[in-house]
Structure formats: structure tokens, C-alpha cells
């Protein structure tokens, strides 16, 4: 009994002093981050996620907190998701605590009304004249895949990217509907983006001996190709092949599509994330699949793309742990195999620059066109391509 104690104080010890470690590194954290002047934390520019369709029901305001602030959101009479600045310019508060009209929303406290286009208030039910500075702040959504989006930037600015929709997405042949997950976590949207580039952690966080690597870059788009031996997600460790193509649209929403040597079953994934605040993001995780050989049969489908959730959930929680407790390295001590985090890092800052300042032309090439497929069926005529670019 006493030895037990001893070591159940002994694990109480540790994680006092592991949590005490964690909050001191997020702090030294704190003072790399992107500001403005004002010292305020600088949020990226760009189309972020901010949760699954089925979250946001027609007529019911949805609050959310992004950002750093409070956003209310509803679906309105016509279908479509609106999103404004939760806090009322009247007195102050939550409009995500009020009620839906139509395609406005209504005040909890003194009933005023906001349209949901425009952030207009359009009614005061004891005041005809409407002050001028009664309206709200305003910002564009989009529906696609099942999922929702807003567009932020700090400069007030239209979206000057649009994000594709995924064609395998309830199409013929493939699961239907997200096998889903969603994580709170401690970091920076930096670290999630950096380690789509790591090539150095593959194999030892996640068991992916990578062959080959070849970057992505068109603008406002990153991503990579490659292929290797994995040893937890292919069918046969031994000899079958992982091939992977992902492609990130701005700095936050990710399709990655896998297929094997086996050809058992090809999986698209969808991953984005979001900024709670300076220190913390909420990340989404989907997955869907698709049977491509007559030994897996259809119904097997569904407990397939379940399975791959969880197993993905269990590898990225890999990758959460290490980025809880790490400290960003402005200037980390890079070798030749990590893969461009430098390079990446250029590409990830023109959400954090006025756009005025921002020349994303030197991030262009070729290995956009490739589908998972060709690196699986037709590697040398990638390798080829590559060589000749």
C-alpha cells in the first residue's frame, strides 16, 4: 500500500512539474507570436474553419469563440450562415443569446436588430430613428463539404482566395458523410502548418519511412507529395507502399489523399483549424474512403473509415504532445533532410503581412497536377517531370 502511494505521489509530482514546465514554455512562447503596433495578437489572414455543418441548425444562434473574440452565428430562413461580432454596439450584449428573425438577429437585452448581411441594426421596437453607428461587424462565410468557414483579416479586406470544394466528398463509391474528430489544443496555428513540411518526425512519431518527398507551392496554396513504407496505416508493413498528396488552400484548411501499393482502399482527408486565441486552436479532423479492390468488400466500408479516424486520432495525438510542451525556435538549428521549414515559414508569414507588402510569386511549381494515383501508378513519370522542372 505504501509503495503504491509512493508512486502515485511520485506521478502526481511529475505532472505538477510537467504542467508547471508547460506553462512557463507557453509563455516564453507568447513573445514570438505575430502582433500588430498595439501589441495585440496579429491572426492570419484567410478562410479558417469554424465547425461542421450540422453544428449551426436553422433559426438558433450559434455563439463561438475565435479569434480572441465572441462571434454569433445563425442559419437563416433562406438556408445560409451568417456571422457577426457577438458583443451589441448598444450596450454590450450577446447577441448570440437572442433570438433569430428571418435573416436577422435580435438583441437579448433591448430587442434591437441586426441584419445578418450587413450588421445593420434595422429595428429598435422603442425607437423609430436609428443611430447610424448601430451595426455590428460583419464576416463572409462559406459552406463546403459539410463544413464552415469565415473569412478573417485583420485589415477588413475581401477574400482574395477560394478554397475548392473536395470531389470525392459524397460521391459515388465513397463513404458518405465525415468520420470526424475535433481537439482542443494548447499552440499556435504555426505548429500545425510547420509540421505538414517536417519530414524529419515522419518516421520516428509515426512509423512513415518516406522515400520521397517533393514540396507543392502556387501561392496561396502549399502542400507535398510522397511515399514511403508506413508501418501502422498499410496493409502489409513489409512491402506495401503509403502514397500521400495534400494541399492546403491559405493557412488553415487541408485535403490529404492516400492511396496503397495494395490498392485496397484509397481515403481523403479534410484537417483545418482555427485560433480560440493567441495560444490556442480548435482542429477538425474528417476522413472518408473508398473500397477499389473486390477483396474489401462495400460493407466493410464504414467500420474501414472508422477505423482510420482512430488510428488517425491516435497519431495525431503524437504530434499534440510534443507541441503542448515544445518552444518555437525563430531560428531553429536546421539539417539537409528536415524538409523547408524555412521555406515554409516565408510562405506561412504572407497571412501575417498587409497585403500591400505581400509577393507569394517565388512560391510557384509544377507539382500541383499530380493526383495520389500517378505517384502511385506512374512514380518514374513523376520522378521524371521532377527532374526536368
Not at 458583443?87 to 445578418?116: I, M, R, T
Not at 521555406?343 to 510569386?361: C, E, G, H, I, P
Request: aromatic share 12%; proline share 6%; net charge negative.
Amino acid at each position: 500500500m505504501s509503495t503504491d502511494n509512493r508512486k502515485g505521489g511520485d506521478l502526481n509530482a511529475q505532472a505538477e512539474t510537467l504542467k508547471r514546465s508547460s506553462a512557463a514554455t507557453a509563455q516564453r512562447n507568447m513573445m514570438t507570436i505575430p502582433r500588430h503596433a498595439d501589441g495585440s495578437p496579429r491572426y492570419a489572414r484567410g478562410w479558417h474553419m469554424v465547425g461542421w455543418s450540422d453544428e449551426f441548425p436553422q433559426g438558433e444562434p450559434v455563439p463561438r469563440d475565435y479569434f480572441g473574440m465572441r462571434l454569433a452565428f445563425f442559419r437563416g430562413e433562406d438556408g445560409k450562415i451568417r456571422c457577426l461580432d457577438a458583443f451589441c454596439p448598444h450596450l454590450g450584449a450577446d447577441l448570440s443569446a437572442g433570438k433569430v428573425f428571418g435573416n436577422e438577429l435580435q438583441c437579448p437585452f433591448h430587442k434591437w436588430q441586426y441584419h445578418g448581411d450587413t450588421g445593420k441594426c434595422v429595428k429598435i421596437p422603442y425607437c423609430d430613428k436609428i443611430p447610424g453607428k448601430a451595426r455590428t461587424r460583419v464576416f463572409k462565410t462559406l459552406e463546403i463539404n459539410d463544413t464552415v468557414l469565415i473569412w478573417f483579416d485583420p485589415e477588413g479586406g475581401e477574400p482574395d482566395y477560394d478554397i475548392l470544394p473536395l470531389e470525392d466528398y459524397n460521391a459515388k463509391g465513397w463513404t458518405q458523410g465525415w468520420r470526424r474528430f475535433k481537439i482542443t489544443i494548447r499552440t499556435h496555428p504555426r505548429e500545425v502548418i510547420e509540421n505538414t513540411v517536417d519530414k524529419g518526425h515522419l518516421l520516428p512519431i509515426h512509423g512513415y519511412d518516406v522515400d520521397t518527398w517533393l514540396p507543392v507551392w502556387d501561392g496561396h496554396m502549399t502542400g507535398e507529395l510522397m511515399w514511403g513504407k508506413h508501418t501502422r496505416l498499410a496493409a502489409d508493413a513489409q512491402d506495401d507502399k503509403l502514397y500521400v498528396r495534400s494541399l492546403t488552400f491559405g493557412p488553415a484548411y487541408q485535403y490529404t489523399w492516400q492511396a496503397q501499393d495494395s490498392k485496397q482502399f484509397d481515403s481523403a482527408i479534410l484537417t483545418a483549424w482555427c485560433p480560440i486565441d493567441e495560444s490556442t486552436i480548435e482542429y477538425w479532423f474528417g476522413v472518408i474512403v473508398k473500397a477499389n479492390s473486390a477483396e474489401f468488400p462495400p460493407e466493410h466500408l464504414e467500420a474501414a473509415a472508422q477505423g482510420y479516424c482512430e488510428a488517425s486520432y491516435q497519431a495525431f495525438m503524437e504530434d499534440v504532445y510534443i507541441w503542448e510542451r515544445k518552444l518555437f525556435r525563430p531560428e531553429p538549428t536546421l539539417c539537409a533532410n528536415d524538409g523547408p521549414i524555412a521555406k515554409l515559414r516565408r510562405w506561412y508569414s504572407q497571412f501575417y503581412t498587409d497585403r500591400a507588402q505581400v509577393d507569394n510569386s517565388m512560391f510557384r511549381n509544377s507539382n500541383l497536377k499530380w493526383t495520389v494515383h500517378d505517384l502511385r501508378d506512374n512514380t518514374q513519370g513523376v520522378l521524371a517531370a521532377q527532374s526536368a522542372d
